[in-house]
């Protein structure tokens, strides 16, 4: 996944790159290389949707070039979180199926099926199709918006006096 923006700018792209550098290292972003025109910071990643959607990103590149200043990002967290909340319920949930109906010594065949077990799996596996996915489009926007933030600040910072 990627992202990309930029803004019109006619600041100081020091300073600009410097509220970013700040922002980012304080949620554990590794700076990579720097110069008057570029900034590359690479990221932990994702691991909860509790944490900023900031981390979301796995590796951001800013640029000040031509009057503008821009963010390119690759999603590397957002694309991790996505697969979770996406394969790891419904494989939880029949996996679970599995477990119960051996303990209940049901099986697979029309008891299991018409069995408060099999309709409990059924139900939990479709609400998790449809959840998951929209979870998934939830992370994507927060760290689109948060990127989006961030390039505004800096531009707003960097035009300051």
């Known amino acids: ?53 900031l981390m979301g990103a796995s590796r951001i590149e800013l640029i000040s070039s031509g009057g503008n200043l821009a963010v390119e990002a690759e999603l590397g ?12 319920p419904i494989c ?8 119960f109906s051996t303990v209940f010594g049901i099986g697979f065949g029309p008891g299991f099926w018409m069995g408060g077990v099999g309709a409990a799996v059924g139900a939990n596996a479709v609400l998790w199709l449809i959840l998951g996915p929209l979870m998934a489009r939830r992370f994507r926007a927060r760290t689109d918006r948060a990127l989006d933030t961030l390039l505004a600040n800096m531009v707003a910072f960097g035009e300051s006096a």
């Open 77 to 88: 967290g957002v694309a991790r979180m996505s697969r979770f909340v996406t394969l790891f």
């Open 92 to 99: 939880l949930v029949l996996s679970l199926g599995i477990v």
């Open 1 to 53: 996944m990627q992202y990309s923006s930029s803004l019109p700018f006619r600041g100081d792209s020091e300073k600009a790159f410097g509220l970013a550098e700040t922002a980012l290292t304080a949620l554990g972003f590794r700076l990579l290389g720097r110069t008057p025109a570029r900034v590359e910071l690479v990221g932990p990643g994702m691991n909860s949707s509790r944490e900023s959607p």
